[in-house]
């Protein structure tokens, strides 16, 4: 249905520090209550019922040693707990998925049921963009230089490559690919080189379709995949919010 998301508790965290996506929520569920903006309209006895389940839930593990990750009690132990099973937590916590994953605004908004085909397509065209103007960059650098490196050529056809993209998603308000662990930037690297050992023995035409063709391939394989760059495990070590209890 449309405007129906799925939830699945044990999925990856958006925010790293985090053990899975459930514990995220509960734990942006406390920050909510703690700044008191979390109000509830009920009758009196079922905010008595839904504050008790809130006040079992809300309980923080200890920080996992291998993991650093932050966590909250699993189900089983809610259950333990409280006698039954969590049913008004649940939803207050699956409520917080749309308080720490950025919505879409605008034009993605308005894909609506199409937002699949909106992203296979939007990755398509950057791709080719990608694979483009690196190429092109490295056609400038051939055509410019008195002097040509291979350093040089792949460099500037990075830069050409990657700049267009990261004024994009700066003035989308997004943080720029090249500083994720998108495969993004690699692949222009792999292609910029690609064109540039090939200049000179298959020619400037061949060696751009190869370079551009490398690129474009790296990139939807990498979107396939999930293939991605190593990320620093680097974590705030704020404080706990007060509704979760250890």
Known sequence: MEGIKTFH?????PDNTYFNLKSQ????LAEVINAGLLCIDCPEELQST???ELEACLVARDVDADTSKKRIIDKREMKAVLGRSPDYFDPLMMRMYYEIV????????RVGRHEPVFDRLLLVMDAVGLGVFTVVGVQCAYRQAEHDTLFLTVFVGLITGVGGGVLRDVFSGERPYIFVR??????SIIGALICALCWDRL?????????AAAIVVLRLLAAYYHWS???SDYHDD?????????
Do not use: D, S, V, W
């Open 9 to 13: 508790g044990g999925a990856p965290a």
């Open 182 to 187: 998108h495969f993004y930037a690699c692949a």
């Open 102 to 109: 950025p919505q879409p605004k605008g034009m993605r908004a």
């Open 203 to 211: 020619g400037a035409n061949a060696a751009m379709l190869f370079g």
């Open 229 to 231: 760059l190593p990320k």
């Open 25 to 28: 929520c509960a734990f942006k």
């Open 238 to 246: 704020t404080q706990t919010p007060t509704a979760l209890r250890n």
């Open 50 to 52: 839904i504050a008790e």
